[in-house]
């Protein structure tokens, strides 16, 4: 039995049990289910001391029954560590439900910024950690936890690591419009909100240098940029560079949805293979083996830089695996490599799979590229690469993604191939003149505008093709609410057809890959 099913019976099993205990939210397991898992292999390791099993049966079975079982323990153990308890001393007890005007007085909260500051158009946002609370009766009570705190204020700026005083009302987080904003807030600890906050800074520098550092830098880049383009390009290209999303405009960003080019401005491994193609063709002069290590510091510094959001640090691993995949010669081990990604990021945070739909999304679409993407080889054989690569990785992606699509966003771009294909050489060439633009804009303002104008010209070419293809006639269908069960058996469809095919060509299956 290759050794590669015991790596995907434990991968598998522990993102798969993780789904489903979205449901089964725990602080704390009964017994029986620590049972559950031990009682089979007990039994079994029984049976083979009596010899009651042959050799091939006991390898096959006894062994993945075994990892499935410690995946999914695993699973359970994780869950019940990250599962959300409130007690006494947790902010969010202090916090009311509804809030109305003459329902709930203003409080003072003290803390130090958490978190990169969250700078839009109109307001900024806040993730305080809260050390100590002073209620409306003036008593000071010592509290842990996040709240995010809104601040329609302009001025003055307060920026990561400032120890600081908010005043506002503290709330719970509601379901908005049936998006639920507790959920999505869950994902990074924050229980509470403060929606209008008067925000005081007392002294800075309480945050890790490092983090000041880079975000410091990321906001010196995004100015400059704001400098040397009008919007919406300056907010496009920020998408592409920083994976910031704040400043594009609503009309824009649903032109990009209609026409399936919304990833392009969310930080992913399309941007992470430019970054790891800009480093292998600035060091060509240099021995492949040698270019790894600056490869992978580039990718993590790049991470840390756009704020390590959990697509992009996703993408950074997926990038890191991948170069250590062709030094070591072993570039076939996919399935490997996409389940350790997601292994990681689900036991970094089980909620990123629950309740982020951008993970779900892209790593859907990698396992489409992956695994279906083959199958289109031969039908795009005679089209030119620069066409063949993007038009197979979103038909791919497409196909694997797209039930979740219609979940979530109840609309499907039939478009989105042929405006893939169209953009696919535009979003490099912007990223590259918008960086290097950027940069030589520190030095000579006029120069850097040169350059920079070249990567205006690809952004308004992207937009004009977002443009035209959205209004084209069935761009896009509206798509009626689709059942989970629908889901499941379209699931169930597609991965019987891969293996299908796959055993019909007699060739061997992902599994074959060793560890």
């Not at 490997?336 to 990604?341: D, N």
């Amino acid at each position: 039995m290759p050794k590669s099913w015991l790596s995907i019976a434990l991968l598998a099993s522990f993102i798969s049990m993780t789904v489903v205990l979205q449901w089964f939210q725990m602080p704390v397991y009964p017994i029986e289910v620590w049972m559950a898992f031990g009682f089979p292999m007990f039994f079994l390791i029984f049976l083979m001391i009596l010899g009651c099993l042959n050799y091939r049966l006991r390898s096959a079975v006894v062994i993945i029954l075994f990892c499935v079982c410690l995946g999914s323990a695993l699973s359970f153990f994780r869950v019940a560590n990250i599962t959300h308890v409130t007690t006494p001393n947790s902010v969010e007890a202090y916090a009311k439900d509804n809030c109305r005007d003459t329902l709930c007085p203003a409080i003072k909260l003290h803390g130090v910024i958490a978190d990169e500051p969250d700078r839009r158009p109109m307001k900024t946002k806040y993730t305080i950690g809260v050390d100590k609370i002073e209620n409306s009766s003036g008593v000071v009570i010592p509290v842990t936890g996040r709240v995010l705190v809104t601040d329609y204020d302009a001025w003055p700026q307060h920026s990561y690591g400032d120890e600081v005083i908010v005043e506002g009302k503290l709330e719970l987080p509601t379901i908005i419009e049936d998006f639920h904003y507790d959920r999505y807030l869950s994902r990074y600890d924050v229980y509470s909100v403060i929606y209008r906050a008067k925000i005081q800074t007392e002294s800075s520098g309480h945050g890790l240098a490092v983090f000041s550092f880079l975000y410091g830098l990321k906001n010196r880049f995004e100015y400059q940029l704001n400098r040397l383009y009008p919007e919406p390009h300056a907010s496009l290209m920020a998408g592409l560079l920083t994976g910031s999303r704040r400043g594009i405009p609503e009309h824009l960003l649903d032109k990009f949805q209609a026409t399936g080019l919304t990833h392009i401005i969310a930080i992913s491994g399309y941007n992470t293979s430019i970054v790891i193609s800009f480093i292998s063709f600035a060091l060509f002069f240099v021995p492949l083996r040698w270019r790894f290590i600056p490869a992978v510091f580039s990718i993590i510094f790049f991470t840390l830089f756009v704020g390590a959001s959990p697509s992009v640090v996703r993408a950074a691993i997926m990038g890191i695996l991948g170069l250590f995949a062709l030094q070591s010669g072993r570039q076939k081990h996919s399935l490997i490599a996409i389940l350790i990604t997601g292994c990681l990021m689900v036991a970094w945070n089980p909620k990123v799979i629950w309740y982020d739909a951008g993970f779900q999304l892209s790593f859907l679409a990698v396992l489409g590229i992956a695994y279906i993407g083959p199958f289109f080889d031969r039908f795009l054989i005679s089209f030119p690469q620069m066409i063949h690569e993007p038009l197979q990785m979103t038909l791919s992606a497409q196909l694997s993604a797209v039930p979740l699509i219609v979940l979530l966003f109840g609309r499907l771009s039939l478009i989105a191939p042929l405006a893939n294909v169209l953009v696919a050489l535009l979003i490099p060439t912007g990223m590259l003149f918008g960086f290097f633009g950027v940069l030589i804009s520190f030095v000579s303002f006029p120069l850097g505008q040169l350059i920079a104008f070249i990567g205006w010209g690809a952004l308004e070419l992207i937009i004009l093709i977002a443009e035209i293809c959205s209004s084209l006639p069935y761009a896009f269908l509206e798509t009626p609410y689709i059942e989970w069960k629908m889901i499941i058996g379209y699931y169930i469809l597609l991965i019987a057809f891969i293996v299908f095919i796959k055993i019909f060509k007699r060739e061997p299956l992902p599994s074959n890959m060793s560890c």
